[in-house]
């Protein structure tokens, strides 16, 4: 996690707390903003969507999908997210040298965790090249969209469970290999469940985390 001036919480969150939710005018769970250096085809932002979906289905929460550019707060939502997708987001071959670093990281700010994170195309591409290069055409967006619906699930928890601990394993552990982001399931385990339910049922408003930074 990185650490950001507190006052660029409140400008963002003031901008950006809500909109009108897709549907029904029903409220969600959360809404995550997004926005993209450059996007992926439209197959992989739905494939992103399902993962993301069936990723939190076991917390039974509903999640709305918007575009940052779009947002006009108009209406509050219990959670958000802000995540902002650098690099190429596409799954073109082939590319510049491989870059290394974290795959995602979430924002603190005097050891609290804001809403705002950001996860970095080019390094999921130097991660997934092999399995990319491997697949069928039409496979390719499938695994994109399952890998960063994956990083931002693990950046969501760290938010919704108000908690920089990671688990042993699934969604919350530290580290993702290309297997983990491209198999056909990665689920949280019980421990990360656990720790989301636990911090949305009995949200403690104000409580400050340790200032520390996350590798992830």
């Not at 950001?4 to 009108?20: E, F, K, M, N, R």
């Not at 997210?81 to 700010?109: M, Y």
């Not at 997934?128 to 290069?133: G, R, S």
Request: net charge negative; charged share 20%; glycine share 8%.
């Amino acid at each position: 996690m990185k650490r950001v001036p507190l006052g660029l919480l409140w400008l963002l969150t003031a901008a950006y707390a809500g909109q009108d939710t897709e549907g029904a005018g029903v409220t969600p769970d959360v809404a995550i903003y997004t926005s993209f250096a450059k996007a992926p085809s439209a197959s992989a932002i739905g494939y992103m969507k399902t993962e993301m979906a069936a990723i939190l289905a076991p917390l039974d929460m509903r999640v709305d999908w918007r575009d940052l550019k779009t947002a006009t707060g108009n209406q509050a939502v219990p959670e958000l997210l802000v995540v902002r997708f650098e690099g190429d987001c596409q799954v073109n071959l082939p590319r510049p040298a491989p870059k290394f670093g974290p795959l995602g990281w979430t924002h603190i700010s005097d050891g609290r965790i804001l809403p705002f994170t950001d996860v970095d195309c080019d390094r999921i591409w130097e991660l997934l090249q092999l399995p990319l290069a491997t697949s069928a055409p039409g496979e390719q967006p499938k695994l994109m969209g399952r890998a960063m619906a994956r990083i931002v699930a693990h950046e969501l928890y760290h938010l919704l469970g108000n908690t920089t601990k990671h688990t042993s394993c699934g969604i919350a552990k530290r580290a993702y290999s290309a297997g983990d982001l491209t198999a056909e399931h990665l689920e949280f385990d019980q421990t990360g469940l656990n720790r989301v339910r636990e911090h949305t049922l009995h949200p403690m408003a104000g409580t400050a985390l340790p200032a520390q930074d996350d590798p992830d």
